[in-house]
């Protein structure tokens, strides 16, 4: 198996998802002026129930190193990035990028060319 990859989420990789996106916007905290309590209350948004259903009706890939889930992607069926998110230590090192290319390729077979955020 590779070490790194990108391939379709699992409901077994929701605990690293949450954990991908708890770090993502937590480490994002300067851009919210350290409201922490805003933080705090979005944070509780993303949990396993809520992530199970989005995952049923949408599309998402997980970026993997080492069986590591390290970035996360959940789109629409109408072309709708309703997630998107990367670990920090990951960030700026092209796999947000490569997720988004993993999606663009999936939605143009299904004929969508429109994609909105």
């Known amino acids: 198996m590779n070490n790194i990859m990108i391939r379709e989420g699992r ?3 929701i605990p ?10 937590q480490s994002c905290v300067l851009d919210h002026q350290r409201e922490e ?30 069986d590591k889930v390290v970035g ?8 709708e990035i309703r997630m998107h998110y990367v670990a920090q230590h990951c960030q700026r090192l092209g796999f947000g990028t490569e997720l988004f290319h ?16």
Do not use: P, R
């Open 72 to 79: 996360f992607l959940l789109v629409s069926d109408a072309g």
């Open 37 to 66: 309590s805003k933080i705090q209350t979005w944070l509780e948004k993303f949990d396993h129930a809520s992530l199970i259903v989005d995952m049923l009706y949408n599309d998402c890939w997980v970026y993997l190193i080492y």
């Open 11 to 13: 409901v077994e990789d």
């Open 102 to 117: 993993q999606m663009h390729h999936a939605l143009l077979k299904k004929k969508i060319h429109q994609i909105e955020i």
């Open 16 to 25: 690293q998802i949450i954990q991908v996106i708890h770090d993502s916007i």
